[in-house]
């Protein structure tokens, strides 16, 4: 898969520091898709609980 279709979106987004380069965390990944994870879960026990 390659970035190239929205090359220049992303390069004006970082010129204009609307985004930042960061550096890649597979630890921090894996912490945000738990934290997902457990969201999800959560809504969709309320969702069938009715409670929603």
Same mark, same amino acid.
């Given at each position: 898969?390659?970035? @190239?279709?929205?090359?220049? @979106?992303?390069?004006?987004?970082?010129?204009? %520091?609307? =985004?930042?380069?960061?550096?890649?965390?597979?630890?921090?990944?894996?912490?945000?898709?738990?934290?997902?994870?457990?969201? =999800?879960?959560?809504?969709?026990? @309320? @969702? %069938?609980?009715?409670?929603?």
């Amino acid at each position: 898969m390659s970035w @190239a279709p929205g090359r220049d @979106a992303i390069l004006g987004m970082l010129d204009r %520091n609307e =985004i930042e380069s960061v550096i890649a965390s597979a630890e921090l990944a894996e912490a945000l898709q738990a934290q997902a994870s457990e969201a =999800i879960d959560t809504a969709r026990e @309320a @969702a %069938n609980s009715g409670r929603w």
